[in-house]
């Protein structure tokens, strides 16, 4: 059982912790702020640092058990932001990719729409039933396959 589990290198167990002065003087400190100043977000502000990184031949380590926290806004904490962006994501992936399924009614394959009956049961059974968490999870699923429909029938 011992040989399934990997083994730590000993030169990369202790945590890696460049100077932050030598770090930030060559790319620049990356906060919500500097990228909001910058007009983009600070996924795209990382993504440009790690490509010059990796231009320049720079060693670039992910250490596994790092966490990163991220500073996020108040109105990205509510129910209503999380069903809009899910619904969102769920219709661009649809209008970018598209569905696999032969018989198709404008656009949608016919598999879905039993999914989505199932899908809204199961919602309103958990909104009688579940704890509140668990009754949002699965309303979070209609909502994805709502966003998969339009999607899917914008793509037409």
């Keep these: ?28 400190c990356s906060t919500p702020t500097v990228a909001a100043r910058a007009m983009c977000s600070q996924a795209v502000r990382m993504e440009k640092c790690f490509n010059a990184s990796w ?46 399924g032969g018989r ?10 039993p999914q989505l009956l199932r899908a809204i049961g199961r919602m309103v059974w958990g909104h009688l039933t579940q704890p509140r968490d668990e009754a949002f999870n699965r309303e979070i699923i209609v909502f994805h396959f709502l966003g998969l429909i339009q999607g899917l029938y914008r793509a037409r």
């Design 104 to 113: 198709r009614f404008l656009n949608i394959p016919l598999y879905v729409f």
């Design 55 to 100: 231009l320049q031949d720079s060693k670039v380590v992910f250490p596994g058990e790092s966490r990163v926290h991220h500073k996020v806004e108040n109105f990205r904490l509510t129910k209503r932001y999380f069903r809009r962006w899910r619904f969102q994501t769920s219709r661009n992936i649809a209008r970018s990719r598209g569905l696999t």
């Design 1 to 28: 059982m011992n040989a399934l589990l990997p083994r730590r290198v000993s030169h990369l167990s202790e945590p890696i912790r460049p100077s932050r002065k030598r770090v930030w003087s060559r790319w620049g």
